[in-house]
T-cell receptor, first 114, second 113 residues
């Protein structure tokens, strides 16, 4: 079974631009979560989706948004990029609803904001 | 609030055992996890333990949980150079309706040949 896939793997953007990252969960998995990893703050939870609904959100500004489609694929969007948004963005999927099941992570999308 | 703490660095010789320690604060956590991250890669799930267990063994990996002290450890037997990576301890948020994970800062394991 294929693992979690994320596209693109690398991105370079400039301040003020916006970016959309994509995540395809493991086949049959219905929950998708997003995390941001930076050297300074470590791994921080962004949001969690199940059945196309955001179930939980971390402490990030409104510039960070996401959605989930009927096939469980998810996208996250960051608008008005800032230098501090440079990070590795990790997506994880789990089999069932929020709070149920182990999360499996993708390889991440590395975003550099210049 | 919820917090997970790990030591930042551990260096061992190939063939020795490695023990990585972690403390957490949320006593309502139901699951605790160990993930491994190699350079430039995502997180690989190594193992997990349910909060009503004291120990779990999986091949070279042994997880010990002391719920009273909120202390979790990961022992890697016969450590190999391929085990060099960053190891993250994570607790599942104690709320029942979320899968949110709270991660420690990660422990860099250096294995010397």
């Amino acid at each position: 079974k294929a693992g979690v896939t994320q596209t693109p793997r690398y991105l370079i953007k400039t301040r003020g631009q916006q970016v959309t990252l994509s995540c395809s969960p493991i086949s049959g998995h219905r929950s998708v979560s997003w995390y941001q990893q930076t050297p300074g703050q470590g791994l921080q939870f962004l949001f969690e989706y199940f059945s196309e609904t955001q179930r939980n959100k971390g402490n990030f500004p409104g510039r960070f948004s996401g959605r989930q489609f009927s096939n469980s694929r998810s996208e996250m969007n960051v608008s008005t990029l800032e230098l501090g948004d440079s990070a590795l963005y990790l997506c994880a999927s789990s089999l069932a609803g929020p709070g149920v099941g182990t999360q499996y992570f993708g390889p991440g999308t590395r975003l550099l904001v210049l | 609030g919820e917090d997970v703490e790990q030591s930042l660095f551990l260096s061992v010789r190939e063939g020795d055992s490695s023990v990585i320690n972690c403390t957490y604060t949320d006593s309502s956590s139901t699951y605790l996890y160990w993930y491994k991250q190699e350079p430039g890669a995502g997180l690989q799930l190594l193992t997990y333990i349910f909060s009503n267990m004291d120990m779990k063994q999986d091949q070279r990996l042994t997880v010990l949980l002391n719920k009273k002290d909120k202390h979790l450890s990961l022992r890697i037997a016969d450590t190999q150079t391929g085990d060099s990576a960053i190891y993250f301890c994570a607790e599942k948020d104690g709320s029942s309706n979320t899968g949110k994970l709270i991660f420690g800062q990660g422990t860099t394991l250096q294995v010397k040949p």
